[in-house]
């Protein structure tokens, strides 16, 4: 099947997120842009780490927070590979991210359209607008492979 | 009043509340505690750090994974003297904290019994043990000085 092509943030998310299966952490990536620049990047770490926050969307948040200097992110995006759970959408609305956009729906652990749905509550202080299914193929599919090859 | 005297990781836990106010950040305090020890503790300090996930609890939790060695903090306490909000309500599930001990309620912020209430989802993949009002007046009175300091 035809895709469109992706987004650069999106596209280096996923590179993100394959290196990760490589370490042996479950395959996500996520990008923080501002005026279409690369402000931050990360990939799941936890294992490696020893760090159960080590998701992400927190590390690329705080690599974003740290090159700019400030704890509020407003005016950026990010791009991740998987719907964020209560943690991460959490640290989206602390960060004040303008835009989210993320790839896969995750029915088990998400929390922007299942579960917590950590932005639909009337205290949600920052609601940042949402796009989703971006990648959604390319991010399921290094997911399938990475828990294929682990059971 | 007479008060009931405070079990020691909150008094510890509010000891750090009160250098969070006075570094200027908002005071909250995190203790986390393995078999009686305490094996990671922060305040609160996101704006000298310029880092949106630098709760108290996120730091206290990456502290004691880190002295630990350890991502799950399985059998581990976490004393703190606000409801955690839903990055830190999911953090405590990420880390498989066993009982969640918090003083203040926080109607505007908290996701533990408001808003989000990360803990109270079928998909949540752990629930601890959630212990709360011990400590809340002396966290209560530390949060309403410092923002009547700030007003």
Known sequence: MMRW???DPMRRALTLAREAAEAGEVPIGAVVVK???IVGEARNAPRATH???AHAEIAAIRAAAATL???RLSGCELYVTLEPCAMCAGAIVHARIGRLVYAAPDPKGGAVTHGARVFDHPQCLHRPEVVSGIGEGESADLLREFFRARR
Chains 1, 2 share one sequence.
Request: glycine share 16%; no cysteine.
């Open 5 to 7: 092509p992706l987004p």
């Open 51 to 53: 760090d159960p926050t």
């Open 35 to 37: 005026d279409g620049t």
């Open 69 to 71: 200097g400030n704890e």
